[in-house]
T-cell receptor, first 116, second 116 residues
Framework: AQKITQTQPGMFVQEKEAVTLDCTYD???????LFWYKQPSSGEMIFLIY??????QNATEGRYSLNFQKARKSANLVISASQLGDSAMYFC?????????????FGAGTILRVKS | DADVTQTPRNRITKTGKRIMLECSQT?????MYWYRQDPGLGLRLIYY???????NKGEISDGYSVSRQAQAKFSLSLESAIPNQTALYFC???????????????FGEGSRLTVL
């Protein structure tokens, strides 16, 4: 079964420190991608970063990096130098590139609180 | 202007009432989705459509119906709303995914529905 697991319901981090949000996935497909989205208290969903299953390098976007460990089926998000504005809900999602239509699966989310 | 627009943004209604949530997009993508978000459950897929003549049920379609009026418009209806349909609803659009595209979802700002 295709599934995304985010084991941390909530996390705290001190401002300016780095934090890792965990994400593990389960699929037998070979072609897939992994996304992270941020949802601030205002509710909108903001795309952060993407990693394709065939990408050999870990994705990076500014302060965000994705620690992709294919053998372990993990796709952890690393936020460096946390800022107060990083406080939000974070969702990990997996897209399966299948004939007949892509399938997207979301994790339950992790709430991150950045302390000053 | 937002690429994906949802109306209404907030709605309070009573049990048994019919409700329609509308979604329009200017991104030109064929694929449109309706998700609902509940605390601790992440985003769950209600319905999706790959073009005007294509409608597919997601994992939680019971109690909902959809209409794809045009390539840019996809509406979600609750024929007879019930309290456990109180949730945050998201419309999303996506490119098909491939060498040049990731299949990333672009979300609307969400519609918060409360059923009393």
């Amino acid at each position: 079964a295709q599934k995304i697991t985010q084991t941390q319901p909530g996390m705290f981090v001190q401002e300016k420190e780095a934090v890792t949000l965990d994400c593990t996935y389960d699929t037998s497909d070979q072609s897939y991608g992994l996304f992270w989205y941020k949802q601030p208290s205002s509710g909108e969903m903001i795309f952060l970063i993407y990693q394709g299953s065939y990408d050999e390098q870990n994705a990076t976007e500014g302060r965000y990096s994705l620690n992709f460990q294919k053998a372990r089926k993990s796709a952890n998000l690393v936020i460096s130098a946390s800022q107060l504005g990083d406080s939000a809900m974070y969702f990990c999602a997996m897209i399966l590139y299948q004939r007949g239509g892509n399938k997207l699966v979301f994790g339950a989310g992790t709430i991150l609180r950045v302390k000053s | 202007d937002a690429d994906v627009t949802q109306t209404p943004r907030n709605r309070i209604t009573k049990t048994g009432k019919r409700i329609m949530l509308e979604c329009s997009q200017t991104k030109g993508h064929d694929r449109m989705y309706w998700y609902r978000q509940d605390p601790g459950l992440g985003l769950r897929l209600i319905y999706y459509s790959f073009d005007v003549k294509d409608i597919n049920k997601g994992e939680i379609s019971d109690g909902y119906s959809v209409s794809r009026q045009a390539q840019a418009k996809f509406s979600l209806s609750l024929e007879s709303a019930i309290p456990n349909q109180t949730a945050l609803y998201f419309c999303a659009v996506a490119n098909p995914g491939g060498k040049a595209n990731t299949g990333e979802l672009f979300f609307g700002e969400g519609s918060r529905l409360t059923v009393l």
